[in-house]
């Protein structure tokens, strides 16, 4: 077994004790109501996800079968970040004032759209398809959360029960991931390239099903004309140095794993060549790429279920310094390192099991900080620089230092603002044990009731 196999196999063993020891020593909650409010948000939000996952293996195959040049496909793959940023952050932001459960239906019929446009081996509509597909990720990523932390809230369940529902969220992402990509070889061997783009539009259905019958309603500020959340959102990241740099650390680092999606396959493939060069003159098979997206996956699922463990001793915004700063040292492996594929594919390994931990402690970090009226669109504010920097990136070619340079540089950006941001943590309101009575340092003493202004606890 090469390396990469042995990788695969011993990164699923320790994820498997990982979510033994996890399921040990957490908590579990016992409010049926609760259980069932986790699994039908999961059940729906999993099946969105595995639409998406269930098409990305065979988008650059697909176009190629359609004789669509590499410039052409490279337009296609832009126009859909462009569309995102764009397009899409007004789309999403709708589901404050709209409804969230409402924008989630609109993702899936705008999603399965862009799924049909793919059974047409024409230029013009399949960058319709991407466009569409575009605002359909902003709605992914912004619309199922700003929901869940809604509805958690209105339910009155436990504050800190919304983490476990974050990190299990992206546990389970993990696993629809892997399984996505073996459902979509398997349709696409048999019945071709087109066939798990048609299997996406049957998870979309399903996902539509579920939300009517299982989801209520919920808004930010429905009656605010639409201009109003945006000015609110706007607003809300100028005034409030929590939510800038929360913002600030999303999108950098998120821009960074973006541009490592793109560009770890030519990184690991040139630091194989270049090395057996050197004692052989002869290169290397292609790396196994399944293996490795496999341990890419096994590796976030680890991160999810550490975060559970994490939030056991710290806050997210505490260990997260520490989180971003290793994400940072990963991504510079490629630049010191360049021919070493061992180190360099442990490198990205911890980067991903990094992104594993990044996203329910972001998802928790934001339902304390970003406001209710106009949650969507504040995220949705925080996609755009990450989208323009993805773009700016496929537009250029950058030699693979460079780019890799610029991961260094955004990650060690967003170390610098998770560490300005714990600080300001330390600075917010404190209870004092001892009474009801709201501590502020350095600005004296106020009575108030024992938690935030929307009735959670103050985390100190």
Known sequence: MDMFGFALGFLILACAVIHWYTRQVQQQVKDSNYRSFQQ???????????????????????????????????????????????????????????????????????????????????????????????????????????WLVNEHRRRNFEPETLGIIFANAYFGNSVVAILSGIVAQLVANNFGYVAPFDSAIISFVAMCILLITTWSENYGDANAPISQSFIFAWTAIKSDKKIFLLGVVQALFEASMYVFVLEWTPALTQASNNANIVKTDNKRPPIPHGY??????????????????????????????????VSTLCMSVPIFMPNDQAIMFVAFLVFEFCIGVFWPAMATMRSKYVPEEARATVMNYFRIPLNLIVVIILLKDFHLKVIFSSCVLFLALAAISMVLLHKLTLHIKQVSPLSNVLIIPQHGIKSAPAGDADGRPTEI
């Open 40 to 146: 039908s948000y999961l059940i729906v939000y999993l099946l969105a996800a595995a639409g998406d996952w269930l098409q990305g293996p065979h988008v650059y195959a697909l176009y190629e079968s359609y004789g669509i040049q590499k410039h052409e496909i490279e337009v296609l793959f832009i126009a859909g970040f462009g569309s995102s940023m764009i397009f899409g952050t007004i789309v999403a932001s709708l589901a404050d004032k709209y409804g969230r459960r409402n924008t989630c239906m609109v993702y899936g019929i705008l999603y399965g759209m862009s799924c049909v446009t793919k059974h047409f081996p024409n230029f013009y509509i399949l960058l319709v398809g991407r466009l569409l597909a575009g605002m359909a990720t902003s709605i992914l990523f912004s619309a199922f959360e700003s």
């Open 292 to 325: 490795i997206f496999a341990s890419y996956m096994v590796a976030m699922m680890m991160g999810s279920n550490s975060f559970k463990l994490l939030c056991n001793y710290a806050t997210p915004e505490s260990f997260m310094r520490s989180i971003v700063f």
